[in-house]
């Protein structure tokens, strides 16, 4: 399973951005998708997730009524809608994706996007 994320780049603090991450290779195993974020000089954190049918999710209090995680009809391609951003959720953020593989189920990451929110 191959991850790639988009949708990073500059924002002033209160303004918005829509991450979007597709999905490519062995995708008929993927179980749920998410994101996770690592800020300079922290450790990497879970954000959000959701199932690749899109019927539960689950959010991380620090975003909880900012951030809203979706998924395509396909379930290949994620989104993270994220609103009222703040200087806080500067982060490089990772796609994620529990995929079962060849019998394996393993957790895949792509390479990340950077988010970067000017005060």
């Known amino acids: 399973v191959q991850l790639v994320e988009s949708g990073g780049g500059l924002v002033q603090a209160g303004g918005s951005l829509r991450l979007s991450c597709a999905a490519s290779?062995?995708?008929?195993?993927?179980?749920?998708m998410g994101w996770y974020r690592q800020a300079p000089g922290k450790s990497r954190e879970f954000v959000a997730a959701?199932?690749?049918?899109?019927?539960?999710?689950s959010s991380a209090d620090s975003v909880l009524d900012r951030f809203t995680i979706s998924v395509d009809n396909t379930g290949n391609t994620m989104h993270l809608q994220m609103n009222s951003l703040k200087p806080e959720d500067t982060a490089v953020y990772y796609c994620t994706a529990w995929a079962s593989v060849a019998g394996k189920t393993d957790l895949y990451w792509g390479k990340g996007t950077l988010v970067t929110v000017s005060a």
């Open positions: 959701i199932t690749s049918d899109g019927v539960s999710n």
């Open positions: 290779g062995s995708t008929a195993g993927i179980a749920s």
